[in-house]
């Protein structure tokens, strides 16, 4: 249950983060909402998550997976630039999150 409600929270906060782009700096009414609804789901379901999963688990994989799909996102739909360097960082990132996660089930 616990990583449902985790990959929900991080889904928002994709969703939410993704519709502040659009925002235009919070000038445009719809995209703000969704990003201030995307954030109030989001960190609804985070304090949900917390219930079940350790604070540094929950936050290393939330962390980690927003902060890759959000470059992702960046990449592939809003023309980001895509090298080398940038998609090794995405990787280390991910990397982070599964060392982190390695050591938690002590």
Do not use: C, D
């Amino acid at each position: 249950m616990g990583y449902g409600l985790l990959a929900g929270a991080i889904a928002a906060e994709v969703a939410a983060t993704t519709a502040m782009k659009y925002s235009e700096g919070f000038t445009r009414l719809w995209p703000s909402l969704v990003t201030v609804v995307g954030y109030l789901i989001a960190f609804s379901l985070l304090a949900q998550t917390l219930k079940t999963l350790s604070i540094g688990t929950a936050y290393a994989i939330w962390a980690g997976v927003g902060t890759a799909a959000v470059a992702a996102i960046g990449m592939i739909f809003l023309g980001e630039s895509a090298g080398p360097v940038k998609i090794a960082g995405i990787a280390l990132v991910i990397a982070g999150v599964v060392v982190l996660n390695m050591g938690g089930a002590h």
